[in-house]
């Protein structure tokens, strides 16, 4: 009883509970270099405040309209946990925030993140902070700010999660969609990087059901492990089609691909009275969705509910306009193709309606 006293009466710290504030401190002065890559136009060049903050007024812009996007990355998150590959997750976390911007014509100005983990881990968080800078990078947006958080008991050891915002601002002249969409327009879909950041909850249930590894040679890439394959990052589109809408003027619509792909994404971008006609057979779908293909024993109709299927972003133009806009995206390191056409809608408003096969390819 005399000892059970004495443990009572010793002093509990914040770390008994664990949570180290130096530790918080150190990891913060070890990022701040990766942010300062991320700096551009507007920026103020502080680091460490209370809040970030931003010079719009230094964009030169006359009538803006301010655009925010916050996202994260799914269960993608529970493979990068458990290969230990970190340093790219990040770079998804950013694109899945700024692809949703530029749809919209929007510039990104800058990106904050929120990271939490049961214990702070300085190598694992160093490689995150490092993949979102370089997605930053990639966007042109500034690492502005963000939350490191410990928490344990909130998550199992080794877990974590991130959770992404980003702003970004467009001239209201400029605004997409624009309202001229007409019946012949022509659709043109820009190849994805791979499986992007939706999808995951299903791809691991494939790989639990057949006994696979992470470890495993990917059988849709040679040379790469199936967790390094999985793992490529998502495709940032900002700059190439910032390039393509300021150069051509001639970009009326964008649509991200995401989750539930084309059936259910290119109709919010779409006015009244017309219909997306998309051709399934007009562009290579990528190995790795015929390899979830076959594991899943699925149709065509759910591979495109859940995955890109090769397509990351669509883009709507008039048919005059397509072959130099298609020409401005090769140069920009794009893979377009013309995918589909815009048609007199013959039914429910903004219908998007599917053509022909998926032409899956083959090991």
């Not at 919209?104 to 300085?122: I, N, R, T």
């Not at 915002?165 to 879909?189: C, M, Q, S, W, Y």
Request: aromatic share 6%.
């Amino acid at each position: 009883m005399l000892a059970r006293k004495r443990e009572l009466k010793r002093e509990v710290t914040y770390s008994d509970a664990g949570v180290d504030i130096e530790a918080g401190d150190h990891f913060v002065s070890l990022i701040a270099p990766l942010a300062v890559r991320t700096r551009r136009k507007g920026s103020t060049g502080q680091i460490g405040g209370y809040a970030g903050l931003f010079d719009i007024g230094a964009l030169g812009y006359r009538d803006p309209l301010l655009v925010a996007s916050s996202d994260g990355v799914g269960t993608k998150l529970k493979i990068a946990i458990a290969t230990g590959i970190h340093d790219t997750i990040g770079i998804d976390l950013v694109a899945m925030c700024v692809n949703d911007l530029v749809v919209q014509a929007a510039e990104p100005l800058f990106f904050l993140d929120y990271y939490a983990s049961p214990k702070l881990d300085e190598t694992v968080g160093e490689a995150i902070v490092r993949g979102i800078a370089e997605g930053c990078v990639q966007a042109g947006a500034e690492l502005l700010g963000g939350e490191t958080a410990e928490m344990p008991g909130m998550y199992r050891p080794g877990d974590y999660d991130l959770g992404g915002f980003a702003l970004g601002a467009v001239e209201r002249a400029d605004l997409l969609p624009k309202p001229d969409i007409n019946p012949g327009d022509t659709i043109i879909g820009i190849a994805s990087s791979g499986v992007h950041s939706n999808g995951f909850s299903l791809i691991r249930e494939l790989v639990a059901r057949h006994n696979l590894s992470w470890a495993d040679e990917a059988p849709f890439e040679n040379g790469r492990s199936l967790g390094e394959a999985l793992l490529e990052p998502t495709r940032i589109y900002v700059k190439s089609l910032l390039s393509t809408i300021r150069s051509t003027g001639a970009v009326k619509a964008l649509a991200h691909i995401t989750g539930s792909g084309h059936m259910r994404k290119i109709y919010r971008v779409l006015p009244d009275k017309v219909a997306a006609e998309i051709w399934l057979g007009a562009w290579p779908v990528p190995k790795v969705f015929t390899w979830i293909k076959e594991l899943a024993q699925t149709s065509d109709k759910a591979m495109l509910k859940t995955y890109n299927c090769g397509i990351g972003m669509v883009l709507v133009t008039a048919e005059r306009d397509s072959a130099d806009v298609m020409s401005v995206l090769r140069a920009a390191g794009e893979t377009p193709h013309h995918i589909g056409v815009i048609r007199q809608c013959q039914g429910a408003p903004r219908q998007t309606s599917l053509v022909g096969q998926l032409q899956f390819e083959q090991f």
